[in-house]
C-alpha cells in the first residue's frame, strides 16, 4: 500500500460518511491475480447522493461489495487501498466490528429480489427480522407496518402476511428498500435497484428515495448503467471505465458538459422513454474483458477522438476544474 501518500484516519466530526482511497481488487483466476478496481478514489458526504456510472463490467458491483467488505476472498483480494466508513477503515476492521457496520452503517439494495427477500418468509415478518437485528426495541408489528407505509406500500397492515411472489417488482422492491432502511443507516448503497422494473416504477422509486434520503439524512451511492436516471437525483457523478475513475464532476455539470468522450458517448446511450434497453451499440465495441485492459487509455480502441499517443500513454485523472477530474488529455478539444 502507498502508505505515506495516504491521509492519517480521520477525527470523528468529518462529514464525510465514505472515503475510498485508492482502492486496488484483484480477482485469483487459476494461478493469476487479475486486477479489477485499479485505483478507485471517491468520497460520499453526509446526505449526499453519489451515482456511479459506466457499462456491465466496468467494476460497480465490486466496488459496492467492498465497501462493507463483502466480497468473497478468494477469489478477491483487496491488493491496496483503504476504505473508510465514518473514519474507519474497514479494510482494517475485525470481524465484529464488521458486523457492527454491515446492515447498520452500511445498508444495501440489490436489483434482484430473489437474492435480498427470503421466499418462504411473510413480509411482515422479513422486515420485522431486520428490526430485531439492528434495532431490536422497535422489532414489532406496528413499526413494520409504518416502515411499510413509509416506503409507499399501500394498505401495509394487509400487505406484511403477504408472500414475496405475492407482491409486484415495484412492490418487492419498495420491501427491500423498507428492510435495508430500517437500521437507519447513514450510508445506503443501491446496486442497480430498479433496472427490472418498468420505467414508470422506476421514476416512482427514484422519487421515494429522494425523499427518504433527506428524510434520514442518509447519504446514497447510487449504482446505475442509465446517465439518464442520474439527473433526477444524483448530487454528484462519478464515472468508472475498466477498473478507474474516467470522469468525476456534479452532476448537473457532467450532464450539461461532459468531458470525457467515454461519458459522451454513455450519454447518447441512454435508453429513451419506455424503452427499457440502452442502446449499447451507441458505443462500438465493448469493455475490455478482466486482464485485457489496452495500454495507454483504457478507452483507446473504441473512442472516436484517440490519436496515436493514447495508446501509448496512460492518462492521469486529472483536476480540470473545482470537483471536477477528467482521465483525458484531450478532454477541452472539441468533439
Ligand atoms: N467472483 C468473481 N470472480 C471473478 N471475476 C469476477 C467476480 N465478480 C466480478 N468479476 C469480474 O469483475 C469485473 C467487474 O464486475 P462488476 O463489478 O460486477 O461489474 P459491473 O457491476 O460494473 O457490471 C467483471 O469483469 C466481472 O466479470
Ligand atoms: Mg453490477
Known sequence: MPGGALKT??????????EIEDLRIEFETGAQAVPVLDGVSLDIGSGE??????????GKTVTAL?????????????????ILVNGRDVLRMSARELRTIRGRVVSYVFQDPAVALNPVLRAGAQVRETLAL??????????????????????????IRDYPHQLSGGMQQRLMLAMALASHPRLLVAD?????????????????????????????????????????????????????IIEEAPARELLSRPR???TRALMKSVPE???????????????????????????HPR?????????????????????????????????
Request: aromatic share 4%; charged share 20%; with cysteine.
Open 260 to 262: 470525457h468522450p467515454y
Open 192 to 244: 442497480e435497484p430498479t433496472t427490472a422494473l418498468d420505467v414508470t416504477i422506476q421514476a416512482q422509486i427514484l422519487e421515494l428515495l429522494r425523499a427518504l434520503r433527506r428524510q434520514l439524512n442518509m447519504s446514497v451511492l447510487l449504482i446505475t448503467h442509465n446517465l439518464g436516471l442520474v439527473g433526477e437525483i444524483a448530487d454528484r457523478v462519478v464515472v468508472l471505465y475498466a477498473g478507474q
Open 9 to 18: 484516519e480521520r477525527q470523528a466530526g468529518d462529514s464525510r460518511v465514505l
Open 134 to 159: 439492528h434495532r431490536p426495541e422497535a422489532a414489532h408489528n406496528d413499526e413494520v407496518i409504518s416502515l411499510l407505509r413509509w416506503v409507499g406500500i399501500p394498505a401495509p397492515e394487509l400487505r
Open 49 to 58: 447522493t453519489v451515482c456511479l456510472v459506466g457499462e456491465s463490467g466496468s
Open 66 to 82: 467492498a465497501i462493507a467488505r463483502l466480497l468473497p476472498c478468494p477469489p478477491a483480494r483487496y491488493a491496496g487501498g483503504r
Open 273 to 299: 422513454l419506455g424503452r427499457d434497453a440502452p442502446r449499447l451499440d451507441a458505443i462500438p465495441g465493448s469493455v475490455p474483458r478482466l486482464g485485457d485492459w489496452p495500454a495507454g487509455c483504457r478507452f
Open 303 to 335: 473512442c472516436p477522438m484517440a490519436r496515436p499517443d493514447c495508446s501509448r500513454e496512460a492518462p492521469a485523472l486529472a483536476s480540470v476544474a473545482p470537483h471536477q477530474r477528467v482521465r483525458c488529455r484531450f478532454w477541452d478539444h472539441a468533439p
